[in-house]
């Protein structure tokens, strides 16, 4: 009995602290990333896939091109770049879309 007490007690913990990692965190600052003039003129529309490293402090710290088009991946890394969230007591990963 006391096994299963301590088993349930793990795993109630490891679901809390999975849930609070997963919460997203507000943007406090946005800004639009400038349209490509080339981009622009190709007709060229599309969606730009980044991974974000979020400090504690809510600066982006990194980013990863994660996919879209290669023209328009200039302009997202810039405007994320920067952008500001709500702080927290630790960093944190986010994956963001920026359509064009």
């Known amino acids: 009995m006391t096994r299963l007490k301590h088993i349930l007690t793990c795993a109630v913990l490891l679901i809390g602290n999975a849930t609070a ?10 800004e639009e990333p400038e349209y490509p003039t080339i981009a622009a003129r ?3 529309h599309g969606t730009v896939k980044l991974k974000i490293w979020i400090s504690p402090d809510g600066t982006v710290r ?3 091109y994660i996919g879209g088009h290669p023209m ?3 302009a997202a890394l810039r ?3 920067t952008w500001k969230y709500q702080a927290t007591a630790q960093e944190s990963t986010a994956i963001v879309a920026l359509k064009f």
């Open 21 to 30: 990692a997963d919460q997203e965190r507000k943007v406090v600052h946005r």
């Open 42 to 44: 190709m007709n060229l």
């Open 62 to 64: 990194r980013l990863e």
């Open 72 to 74: 328009l991946a200039e």
């Open 79 to 81: 405007a994320v770049k």
